[in-house]
């Protein structure tokens, strides 16, 4: 297990929480911006740090292109703000049967 230090007090950072770390700060350890498009009450993150994620997202700022998403870390949950830049906002209705993106690889929107 290894240790993070949060508001001076040492706290224990378990494999699974140290591999997610890893996979959004890169070998850098820099997270970047990330960009996706919406639909209806999901987004689907396209590149970026957080390419691929499929959590919920509970706040959208698309004039300062952040969003606020809630992420499991040392035992609770903790709302993290990331960079987030939502290029179009597409309705469902718009889109052909065969454009439709699956679901169960977007991100959820709590509130708008």
């Known amino acids: 297990m290894k ?4 508001d001076g007090k040492v706290t224990p950072i378990r494999p699974e929480e140290e591999e997610y770390l890893t ?11 990330s960009i996706g ?3 209806d009450d999901m987004v689907s993150i396209t ?19 952040r ?5 499991p ?3 609770r949950d903790v709302e993290v703000t990331i960079g987030l830049e ?8 718009e889109l052909q049967p065969d454009e439709k993106p699956d679901r ?7 509130s708008a």
Do not use: Q, T
Request: without cysteine; aromatic residues 4%; hydrophobic residues 45%.
């Open 37 to 39: 498009f919406r639909v």
């Open 67 to 71: 969003a606020v998403i809630s992420v």
């Open 86 to 93: 939502i290029i179009k906002n597409i309705s469902g209705d």
């Open 104 to 110: 169960g690889e977007m991100a959820r929107i709590v």
């Open 47 to 65: 590149s970026g740090s957080f390419k691929g994620w499929k959590g919920e997202i509970i706040k959208i700022d698309r004039h300062k292109r």
């Open 23 to 33: 996979r959004i700060g890169g070998d850098e350890h820099i997270v970047r911006n």
């Open 73 to 75: 870390m040392m035992g």
């Open 3 to 6: 240790l993070l230090l949060v």
